[in-house]
C-alpha cells in the first residue's frame, strides 16, 4: 500500500475505503498471480488471466484502483480538462455502482482472453482491452472505443497484444505522439458512466445519432466534448 503514502492519500479516505469494501491484506493476494506491469508514474497494472471469468476481472479492477490510491489524472505538468478527482470511499462507491451497471460488459473478458486478446486492469477502473482476432478489431475505431466498462483499443496492425499493452502502459501513451494515458483513461472512464446510464441498447444508438449529427451539421459530438475533449485527443 507504499502508493497511499507516495500520493497523500488521506487517512480518512482509506479507513472507508476498508471499511465499506471490507478490505484485508488478503484482498490483494488475488492480484499476485497476474502479471503486473507499471506505468511511468509507478502506477500498478494487472493482466487478467486467460482463466478469470468477468465475475475475477471486475473484482481485479476495483483492487486496482484501491491498490493505486487514486488514476494519476491531474498531476502536474499535465493539461487536463477537469480537475483531478479525490481518493475517497464515495469515489469507491460510484465505481462499484458503475460497474454493476456495466456488468454485462465483464461476460466478454474470457472469450477475448482465449481467442488471443489481452486484457488489463487499470488504476482508473476499467479494462483495457487488446483483441487477438479481427472480430475484436471491428468493434473499435479511431484509437480506440469504449464498451461498458471494457475500453477497446485499435488493433489494427497490431500482431502482438500482450506486447502491446505492456508498450502502452510502460511509455504512458497510447501511441507515439498520442495522448498521455492517464488523461485517456480519464477520457474512457466517463464514456463507461455514459455507458452505465444509458444502458446497453441506447448508449450506441445514441452516439451514433450524435456522431451523425455532428458530421452532417457540424460541430462538435457531445458525448465526446463530455468526456473531455483534450483528454480524448480530440485537440
Known sequence: MANIDRYGAGPHAVADIVRAQRITRDSFRRLDAMEQITDPDGKSYFVIPRTAGGDAARQAVLLTYILNAGTGYGRPGTRTDFPATPYTGAE???????????????AAVRGICNTGGTVATTPNGLLMVLGGNRVHGSFSHRGGTMWGDLFLVNTRGISDPARRVREIIESGRLGQGGPDLACLLHHEEIHAQQWAALGPMRMPARYLAEEARSRV?????????????RDGGYR
Open 92 to 106: 469507491v462507491h460510484r465505481i462499484t455502482q458503475r460497474q454493476r451497471a456495466n456488468r454485462w460488459s465483464y
Open 217 to 229: 451539421l457540424g460541430g462538435v459530438n457531445n458525448f465526446e466534448e463530455e468526456a473531455g475533449l
